[in-house]
C-alpha cells in the first residue's frame, strides 16, 4: 500500500493478518462512531494528486465502507489541504477529456461525490485547483479563516473538467464561478462561507474536531434515505 493515504481509524482496513511497519503506516488507528479519517499524506508537495494517490483515496473509501464506516473525514497532512493536480503526473498537453475519463482524477471524484460514503472536507489549509475541486466534491467542507481556496488551472493553461466547473457554478453561482476560473483570484475562509464553498468556519485548530462531528451527525442518520438523497443530489446536478 502506497503512504499517500493515510486511512485512521479502521484498522481492519489493512485485512485480517499482521501488519508490517509499512503498512501499519498506511492503515492505523481505531473506529470511533463509525466515522473513518482519510489523510492526503505528502506534506513535502502539499498534498498535490499524484496518479498513486488518486487511486489510493479511491480504494481506501470503498475498504472503509466494506469495513463498516458510515461516513469519512478527508483532510490533509502538514499546512495544506491539498496544492492541486501534481503536474508532474499529467500528460504533456492533457485536456478535460482526458483528466474526465483516462485520469484516476475523476474516478477519485467520483467515489468521493457518488461513494458509499458521506463526505466531510477538513480544510486544515490551502485548497488550490484539483485540490479545490476535491473539496467541493465532498458533502460539506469545514474551513478556518486563514483557508485559502483557489483555482488557477486557466493561468496554468489548463481546463478545469465539466463536472468540476458544474458543481462549482451550483454552490456559488456563474457570476462568482467565473470570477475564480477566469482570474485565479483565492479567497479566504470567511468570504468562502458568504459565496455557499464552505459550510462552517472555525479557528484552525478547531477544523478536523468539528469535521468529525459533522460527519457522525451524518454517520448517525438512516442510511439508506442519506444514500438516497445523495444520490438524488447528484442527478439533479448532472442534469443541470
Known amino acids: 500500500m502506497t503512504p499517500y493515504v493515510l486511512v485512521q481509524p ?3 482496513l489493512g485485512g485480517s493478518g499482521a501488519a508490517g511497519p509499512a503498512e501499519a ?3 492505523s488507528g481505531d473506529i470511533s462512531g463509525k466515522v473513518v479519517l482519510l489523510t492526503l499524506n505528502s506534506p513535502a508537495k502539499r498534498n498535490a494528486l499524484s496518479l498513486a494517490m488518486c487511486e489510493e483515496l479511491t480504494a481506501a473509501l470503498t475498504r472503509a465502507a466494506a469495513a463498516g464506516a458510515r461516513a469519512a473525514v478527508l483532510t490533509g497532512a502538514g499546512e ?3 496544492a492541486g493536480y501534481d503536474l508532474n503526473a499529467l500528460p504533456e498537453a492533457p485536456d478535460a477529456q482526458w483528466l474526465r475519463e483516462h485520469g ?3 474516478a477519485m471524484m467520483r467515489a468521493v461525490s457518488e461513494g458509499p460514503l458521506p463526505v466531510v472536507a477538513a480544510l486544515n489549509g ?3 485547483g484539483a ?3 476535491l473539496a467541493l466534491a465532498c458533502d460539506l467542507r469545514v474551513a478556518h479563516p486563514g483557508t485559502r481556496l483557489q483555482m488557477p488551472p486557466v ?4 481546463i478545469y473538467t465539466p463536472e468540476g466547473v458544474a458543481r462549482l457554478i451550483a454552490l456559488c453561482g456563474l457570476g462568482r464561478a467565473r470570477q475564480l476560473l477566469l482570474t485565479g483570484e483565492a479567497i ?3 468570504e468562502a462561507h458568504a459565496w455557499g464553498l464552505v459550510h462552517r468556519v472555525v479557528p484552525a485548530a478547531e477544523v478536523l474536531g468539528a469535521a468529525q462531528r459533522l460527519a457522525q451527525t451524518l454517520a448517525a442518520k438512516p442510511q439508506l434515505a442519506l444514500q438516497g438523497t445523495r444520490v438524488l443530489i447528484e442527478r439533479l446536478l448532472r442534469e443541470g
Open 188 to 190: 479566504l475562509g470567511d
Open 104 to 106: 484516476p482524477l475523476g
Open 131 to 133: 485540490g479545490c475541486e
Open 10 to 12: 479502521l484498522p481492519l
Open 155 to 158: 493561468s496554468l493553461g489548463l
Open 126 to 128: 490551502a485548497t488550490v
Open 25 to 27: 503506516a498506511a492503515v
Open 80 to 82: 495544506a489541504f491539498c
